[in-house]
Nanobody
Framework: QVHLVESGGGLVQAGGSLRLACAASGMIFSFNTMNWYRQTPGKQRELVAAITSDRNTNYADSVKGRFTISRDNPKNTVYLQMNSLKPEDTAVYYC?????????WGRGTQGTVSS
């Protein structure tokens, strides 16, 4: 059973930084693309960043140049470094992967940016 656990959310002022982490288990972590999504009330969940097994990365236009996704395979962990945060980055951030035809999600971590 794949299990994803996010951590690192919190409250920060605009311009500040947060570093999110997602610990994975129940899978061969190094083989999988890992994703970070976010969701705000009343809106669809959106893809923020992705990193492949080859460490190729992809970002939403809204976070390019501010967010960095990385992975530590020996620790089975994916990170999202978020800098120059804006109030519109306030959301619940979810870790995600796709494996054996199924999507797996963590429970999410709240990131709040005050103006």
């Amino acid at each position: 059973q794949v299990h994803l656990v996010e951590s690192g959310g919190g409250l920060v002022q605009a311009g500040g930084s947060l570093r999110l982490a997602c610990a994975a288990s129940g899978m061969i972590f190094s083989f999988n693309t890992m994703n970070w999504y976010r969701q705000t009330p009343g809106k669809q969940r959106e893809l923020v960043a992705a990193i492949t097994s080859d460490r190729n990365t992809n970002y939403a236009d809204s976070v390019k140049g501010r967010f960095t996704i990385s992975r530590d395979n020996p620790k089975n962990t994916v990170y999202l470094q978020m800098n120059s945060l804006k109030p519109e980055d306030t959301a619940v951030y979810y870790c995600n992967t796709f494996l054996r035809g199924m999507m797996f999600w963590g429970r999410g971590t709240q990131g709040t940016v005050s103006s």
